[in-house]
């Protein structure tokens, strides 16, 4: 079993970054695909930004992609979003998931454990 916990939200004014970390136990966290997703009230979870099990295949949402920065360190079985000139409609629960193997992978349903989420709060 892996088990997800993330950390590292919190009430940011727009124009805001934070960095937001989940650490991993449980399996060996270098065979694990990761990837960011978010939630906001009312809406469907969507996808932020994913990353291999290598760490060199990295994808973005096009809603983030040149402000958010994923990212792993497999000697800490830690990944990382960094997020940056955050906006009002960043506000949401940000989630981190694994799947086993090295992809890249932008489908929530695709992903076999996840973490209880943090949550980003972006004032205007």
């Known amino acids: 079993q892996v088990q997800l916990v993330e950390s590292g939200g919190g009430l940011v004014q727009a124009g805001g970054s934070l960095r937001l970390s989940c650490a991993v136990s449980?399996?060996?966290?270098?065979?694990?695909?990761m990837g960011w997703f978010r939630q906001a009230p009312g809406k469907e979870r969507e996808f932020v930004a994913a990353?291999?099990?290598?760490?060199?295949?990295?994808y973005y949402a096009d809603s983030v992609k040149g402000r958010f920065t994923i990212s792993r360190n497999n000697a800490k079985n830690t990944v990382y979003l960094h997020v940056n000139s955050l906006k009002p409609e960043d506000t949401a629960v940000y989630y981190c998931?694994?799947?086993?193997?090295?992809?890249?992978?932008?489908?929530?349903?695709?992903?076999?454990?996840w973490g209880q989420g943090t949550q980003v709060t972006v004032s205007s």
């Open positions: 990353i291999s099990s290598s760490g060199g295949v990295i």
């Open positions: 998931a694994a799947v086993y193997g090295d992809s890249y992978l932008s489908k929530a349903g695709q992903y076999n454990y």
């Open positions: 449980g399996r060996t966290f270098s065979d694990y695909a």
